[in-house]
């Protein structure tokens, strides 16, 4: 907010609500997105995932992380119509549904999953939640259009580019931001189980060979 817009606001101007909230999307909600995803990263290499639930939780993380990014990606670059919202509340119901699987499978490996990182898988599941609901405010006529169908808009059902472009350096940064704090960490914990589960076969089939050897004697 500028000090021109603090002083409309101070002399009881009004400040136009949705530019307030598209800003509050772009440079709030979506890079805050990072620090509980970076957070849970951090505690699941703390409870040694790689030791437990092990490939299938980090391949479901990887799963939510692209039906999270997906939407995000869509709404970076196209308009939102009845087309991208029914993309959006699809994605945040397939979401919630892959968390509860996540949970009941770090749960049933043995994997501790202590209240910090609960709390922690609030902040995930709630933040979609929240800026559909803002985009949904923000686009109050296209839902209203989804309602009824698209009927009457011919572009209600496909991909529109944006009338604004945002700039390419907000998009060259969220992409980097992407890349340091989702790709990067979640590779790495993905590698990490990769090469544990490797190391278990190895010494899987070595306990076999001297069982066999034993019989064997």
């Not at 849970?40 to 990014?69: F, N, P, Q």
């Not at 914990?189 to 004697?217: D, N, P, Q, T, Y």
Request: charge should be positive; aromatic fraction near 6%; hydrophobic fraction near 45%.
């Amino acid at each position: 907010m500028s000090q021109d817009q603090a002083a409309d606001i101070a002399h009881g101007a009004t400040v136009d609500v949705g530019d307030a909230t598209t800003r509050f999307l772009l440079y709030g909600l979506l890079p805050g997105w990072f620090v509980p995803g970076l957070a849970d990263w951090a505690m699941h290499r703390r409870t040694r995932i790689e030791d437990t639930a092990g490939t299938k939780e980090s391949l479901i993380h990887s799963l939510m992380m692209a039906e999270v990014g997906l939407p995000i990606a869509l709404t970076l670059r196209y308009e939102v119509n009845p087309l991208l919202l029914s993309v959006q509340l699809g994605a945040a119901a397939v979401h919630e549904a892959t968390a509860l699987w996540d949970v009941r499978t770090a749960v049933h490996s043995d994997r501790e999953v202590k209240p910090l990182e609960q709390h922690i898988h609030s902040f995930l599941e709630s933040l979609p939640f929240g800026g559909l609901a803002s985009l949904m405010c923000l686009h109050a006529d296209q839902v209203r259009s989804l309602l009824r169908g698209g009927r009457g808009d011919p572009d209600a059902w496909r991909l529109v580019p944006r009338r604004r472009p945002l700039s390419a350096g907000y998009l060259a940064g969220i992409g980097l931001a992407i890349g340091a704090c989702v790709l990067l960490p979640y590779g790495e914990e993905l590698m990490r189980c990769r090469r544990a589960a490797r190391a278990e076969k190895r010494r899987a089939r070595a306990h076999r060979r001297v069982l066999r050897r034993v019989k064997g004697s």
